[in-house]
Every structure is written in structure tokens, then in C-alpha cells.
DNA sequence: CGGCATACG
DNA sequence: CGTA
DNA sequence: GCCG
């Protein structure tokens, strides 16, 4: 998978301006007569194997023996031996270097560049279908689109000159191949389709809900604001649906969606989403406090004030009696770190829902790192989550920590996590522990991991030093802050910090697409191929995605999430 | 019609 | 089930 | 709810 030759640079070079085989949009071709000119379709055979490359041909054969295919589209299908004479390029290439070794840039420009399962679906149904689905490079879509055979007569004319077409990986199945800024042109609508997806998750709906999120990851990366004139366009993107795509364009008539409004008036919704705002309560927990009849935050603080002990895993109502979980509380209570329990959540909720600045972000990756720095030396640190994302305002702040040495730097790192953690409790720094994990001990039946991360997940809250000798109560500048904490062997360092950048769409759909196109298998404590388990360990970013068959990705490219 | 990320407590 |  |  590795290209040792063809190493070419992004510069368009070179070879002449290719000739123009435009199809005739005479009226002619209206006629149910085959046209004398046939479709050429070119075939790259790079990454087919011969099986598939008969199943493409024998599909080119079939289209032309049907006649209804070739009265209701007017063309046959020619196969063509070279790129510049074809119409159009099929291929399962999806990157530009690898397409570049076939044909060159300029002339994939001037076709239509789809995947086999166009040819498949367009023989199926017995007609040229639009090639926006089937673009096989996000990066060409536009062209795609354009140069698809199915509307180069009708669409000519009004051909506006599209010139931002720099952000053009959006059309891509898998959101990890996409560039999702942190805003885009159509926030407005993507909100709203947010409020569809929450209301699906808050009531169980879980399939449902990721669809929604599929979707809004999808209009994320789109680059344009989307109007009337749009539709097909987004109709054609992937995970639009009919479902969805109707709820789009009702936003496009209406500039609202009725059902959105619908829930949010909704009382149940209301209280189901402020119930989920406290650490530790989720949409299950959540909907079982709604139906003993409680309602508001304040009920909750009733609710729980007897059992002010109670944990927060205790929430639930209907104890499945069968299972007798094993208490999850032996690790803080080893290091004598006190439990986190909903009237403590309760507490917290208000500083938890501020957001958090960058400056303050940093301040306290400095404050972590300087402690750090006082019981091991060498290690090495990066903030990653929404803030390496490009947020100016964080929810919480994530430290992946590792050590420089790549030999020793395990052992170096081996229990950090909780003398850490430890420290900076006593020091008042750290005022709360909702987890904290430590090396598994390696296991041998599942040889599949072995043992590599340490995370804690606590809360901090800075020593206000503003102090002027008066003991004045000022403002506290600092209140409680979500820390994430994360110690990786140096080996997966590069692992983690990809698998701690987010987003979480982002996040799901690398793993799903190492799953489901190469076979590998990806978490945040490491690579590895799926059917003998061999490991990986990326010595950079670059490395992590090139190692998946990904383009990288800039880090502020890849909000996928709302 | 099955699958949808994956792991841990 | 909740969290990342 | 959408995809293969």
C-alpha cells in the first residue's frame, strides 16, 4: 500500500491540455435512438482484482443487451483502453495520489471519477444515475458532478464558475475523509436537526439518533450554504435519507422545521435535558427520575438529599437484581480519593456547565505539567480535545501525557497516573476523581491489547492567588473544571493523541473505516491488523493516518460534531 | 436485512 | 448504564 | 434512519 515510485508532488504538471471529448447535448440525444457516440467508461484496475474487474465488465455487456437501459438513457457503454478519451473513470482509488499514478490531474478533472457501485447501480436500474453519490474523490466531486454523463445536457448552461471548491473533501462516507470546520455555512439548520438527535437519544431511540448525527456530521462539511437550488446536490450526499433530506427541505421553504419546535416545547424534553447535565446521570437515568414524577433540578436536589451518599452509578430505579455488580470503587478508595456522589454532581453542575477559555485551558495544562515535572522528569504532554480542535471555548480539557524516552519512557510512565492524581488531590488542585484506571495486568487470552493507558478523569479547581494580604473575598476568578488526564506508553503516544483529539463522530467513523476497509483495528491505546492482531506504533500524526490509508486531517478540520 | 466504535468501571 |  |  506503500507508493515507492510515483512519488509526485501536488503540482500540476506538465501534460498538454488533454483533449476535450465533450458529449453532444444535440437534440438528438433526446430521441430514444442510441446515439452513434457511446459512453466510454474507463476502468482503473488499481485495487480491483480480477474477479471484480469481470464482474465490471461483464456489467458493461449486460447494460448494452438491455434494451430498455439503452432506449431510456440513448447511449451504449464502451469500454475505453486509456482515461483521456473516457467519459467516465470508474475506480475504487479514493486518494489522489494513488488516482495520479493512472491518469493524470488534469484530465480527472474533466470526468466524472465514481466508484464500481455506480456501474453496479446504474446497470440495476437500468439507467445512468447521478454520479454525486458515487463520487469516488471527495476532492473531485464538483467535477464529478458536472461531468456526469446523466446531466451534461442539462445542466451546461447555468454552469456558475464555481471557484471555492478548496474545501472539497465533504462528500466522503466516513467523516474521518471529510473537512469539518469548527463552524460552517449552515449552522442554523444543523442546530436544529441537533435538537431532532438529542430528542431521539433522550428517548432511547439510539439508532435513530445516530442517524441524525451521520447527517449533521455530513452538512458539517459541506461547503456551502444550502438553498433551493441545493437540493439534489444534498440529497446526493451520504447519510441524507429521505427522512432527513425532508426535514432539510422544509428548513429550506420554511427556515424552520415544525417538529423541532414541537419538542423543544415539549416539558418531558425540557427536563430530560437538564437532568442529563449532571455528571453521571444519562438519558436512561435520566427518564426513570421523570417517571417518579420529578421535574426540575430542584426536585432532583430533594430527591437526593437523604441519600446524600447515594453514588452516582446507584441511580438507577429498577435494580436488575439479578446481576450484584462488583463495587467500582475500589481504586479511589485504595488511595483514599473520596467517591463522586449526585449531591456532589448537583453541586458541581453550574461550574461544570461554564465554558473555558483558552488562556485558562493552558494555564492549567501548565499548573498539571509543573507538578508533573516535580516527580518524573522527561515526559511529554499535549492538550488535544475540542481545544486542539480549535474551540475557543472548551468543555472540558484533555492531557495526553507520555515520556520522550521511547525505550524506557514506559517504565517511566508506569503508575503515573495515580501518584499524579494523588499529588495534586492533597495540594487541593484536584477536587474531585470520577475515575481513574491503571495498567491492566496483561491479559492473556485476548492477546489482542496489551497493557499501555492510564486515564484519570477528575475535577480541578486553581488556588485563586490574587490574595493582597486583606483576606478580601474578590471574585473568584477560578471555579471547577473537568480534567481528563491521559498517560500512554510512548509507543502509542501518537495513538492516543489522535484518538483524544476527537471529534467523536470523527473518532467513531477512523475506527469504523479501519474496521471496515482495512481491516485494522483502532483504540486509543493502539493499531492493529484484525485477523493476526500484529501492532503498530506510528511514530506521528501523519504516521497514525497514513498507516489507515487516510489524507491527514488538520486537527481544527475535524469537527465532525455539532 | 444486519450493522452501526470501542473500552472500562 | 454512563463516560470518553 | 441510512447504508451496503
Redesign the pocket.
Known sequence: MTSPSSKRSASESISPPPSKRKRSCSPDSFFSDVSESPLYVFLVDAKLNGETIEELISLVDQFNLNDTAKSQTGVELQLSLNAEDADIIVTEVRMRARLERHLDWVTAKQKAIVTT?WLRDSVRSQQLLPCG?YAALGELYEETVHNCPENNCAVDAPSKAKKENTNIRYNH?YACMRNSPLNCPNQVLIKKLAV?RRH?ELE?????????E??ISVLKAFPHHITANDVQQVSD???????????IEEFIQRGDITECNDILSEARYQSLVAF?E???????????LYSLGLRTIEDLEKHYKDKDNAK??A??IQAPAKKTF?S?????RELGLPEMTVKE?LLLREDLNVRIPRSEVEEIRDVIMNELGQIRRGCVSMIT?GYRRGKIES??I?IVISHKDLKSGGDEVKGLCATLVKRLYDKGIVTHV?????F?PH?TL?T??WDS?E?A?TVVKLRDNNNNGTGQKQNQKHIHR?L?L?FAAPEVYWTAVV??T?S??F??????W???EKGM?????GISR?HDSKLYFPKSEEEVFELLGLEWIDPTLRNADM
Open positions: 457501485q453519490k462516507r431532532l431521539r432511547g431511540l439510539d439508532v435513530q439518533a445516530l442517524s441524525y451521520r447527517a450526499l451520504p447519510h441524507i435519507g429521505p427522512k432527513i433530506l425532508s426535514k442529563t449532571i455528571y453521571g446521570i444519562g438519558p436512561s437515568t435520566a427518564r426513570n452516582i452509578q441511580t438507577r462488583t467500582p470503587t475500589s481504586k479511589l454532581a480535545g468543555n472540558d484533555d470520577m475515575h481513574l484506571s491503571s491492566r491479559n485476548r489482542a491489547h493507558l486515564k478523569l473537568r481528563d491521559i484518538g483524544w476527537g467523536i463522530m473518532e467513531r467513523d477512523l475506527r469504523f479501519a474496521k471496515q483495528r483502532f483504540d486509543s491505546s484484525r
